[in-house]
């Protein structure tokens, strides 16, 4: 539940805003049961530190409802036997979740669970696509699928970590830093800013 809340937070913020906004949570309600006890204004205050608070406290009331409340979704069972599902089960019960798409139960799966799952944030998605390990045409859902079948399994924790750290730090956005890249003349981006200068 901590790892689903989480990421949930981390949705269009740093890691600092969103740390912020996870301890402010925890210590105003130590048990997720509280969250349900208390007003969605008292989540969303809690929660601002991440910003978008409105949006982020509708998707996680919505959840907690879903798995805590008897009258939810999964019948107060919580998230139980999560961890001991297959992969595609528990993604799909993870994504049965309103609010709740593939990187949120990537992430779940692989950081709570262990299970094998390649979660797809924004600068993955940005250097996978500039790599051309993703075509144009590729869409977020379908790149989880494309990037689990890319790498292997044992690797998912780390090429997830370092393509994130390569898209913060020099696949940025705007204005890569094409010349630093360890992918070089691999890169048929990198290739383009080459032929540019």
């Not at 830093?177 to 981006?189: Q, T």
Request: one cysteine or more.
């Amino acid at each position: 539940m901590d790892e689903l809340i989480l990421t949930i937070l981390s949705q269009n913020t740093n890691d600092r805003n969103r740390d912020r906004a996870f301890s402010a949570l925890v210590e105003r309600f130590p048990r997720w049961s509280d969250v349900l006890s208390s007003s969605r204004e008292d989540l969303e205050k809690a929660i601002s530190p991440a910003g978008l608070g409105p949006t982020k406290s509708r998707r996680i009331w919505r959840i907690l409802v879903d798995i805590l409340d008897p009258e939810g979704g999964n019948g107060g069972k919580g998230l139980g036997n999560l961890c001991h599902l297959s992969r595609d089960d528990a993604r799909e019960r993870l994504t049965s979740l309103k609010g709740v798409g593939p990187k949120t139960a990537a992430c779940v799966l692989l950081f709570s669970c262990g299970i094998p799952a390649f979660p797809v944030d924004t600068h993955i998605f940005r250097v996978c696509r500039r790599l051309g390990i993703l075509d144009p045409g590729a869409d977020r859902v379908r790149a989880h699928k494309i990037l689990e079948q890319f790498f292997l399994e044992k690797d998912y924790l780390d090429v997830h970590l370092n393509m994130i750290r390569l898209g913060r730090e020099i696949c940025r956005p705007r204005k890569p830093l094409c010349p630093a890249c360890p992918f070089g003349e691999d890169c048929p981006c990198g290739m383009e800013e080459d032929r540019a200068l």
